[in-house]
């Protein structure tokens, strides 16, 4: 369908093909799941308010409902700490638990990527010390000796960073 329109004698056709689509009455605005949501045009759009928060990490409630401190005591891991020299004293005289507030231990615990990023760690640690000793050769004792000293430092940070996460993970599960 054309129209024809008389313009100073000289007839001109308009296809309405080439017309510009008409401005719809709406806008649609898509969130981050994929879901729409629709505003009035002129009118003004979701409002800035408070951030929907994720329901808090609550750790030492959990570390109740676990029992932890029952079963390491119960394993005798608070003795040998004690053996060694770390106390609740001790931890208290070196300032540990303000240190660890400082650089966000316990906000990192409350975090729900934590796990997932110390479990990533431990599989990079975990594959970096078998990919040393296949790439570093073996001509000279240093290079041993490097080898050994990673493959031992790999295997140690990709066990603890793999029982972190299962830790953290177990931590911030709730019932």
């Known amino acids: 369908m054309a129209t024809v329109a008389i313009v100073n004698s000289v007839p001109v056709v308009r296809s ?4 510009k689509p008409i401005r719809s009455a709406t ?7 994929g879901t729409g949501t629709v505003f009035p045009l002129g009118k003004p759009g979701p409002r800035e308010g408070a951030p ?4 808090s990490v609550k750790l030492l409630t959990r570390v109740e409902e676990l029992r932890l401190l029952s079963k390491a005591e119960k394993a005798g ?7 060694f020299g770390l106390s609740l004293s001790t931890i208290e005289k070196l300032g540990l638990l303000s ?3 400082e650089l966000g231990v316990l906000s990192a615990a409350a975090d729900p990527g934590t796990p997932s990023i110390l479990y990533t760690l431990s599989l990079f640690l975990l594959t970096l010390g078998p990919i040393c000793v ?7 004792s240093w290079e041993v000796a490097l080898q050994t000293i990673i493959a031992v430092l790999s295997v ?8 972190a996460s299962s830790l953290v993970s177990t931590l911030q599960k709730s019932n």
């Open 134 to 140: 296949y790439i570093v050769p073996e001509d000279y």
């Open 16 to 19: 309405l093909a080439a017309q």
């Open 52 to 55: 929907v928060l994720t329901p």
């Open 77 to 83: 891991l608070l003795t040998a700490a004690e053996k």
């Open 156 to 163: 140690i940070g990709g066990s603890s960073a793999f029982a």
């Open 99 to 101: 240190k660890a507030e």
């Open 27 to 33: 806008k649609t605005i898509v969130s981050r799941r």
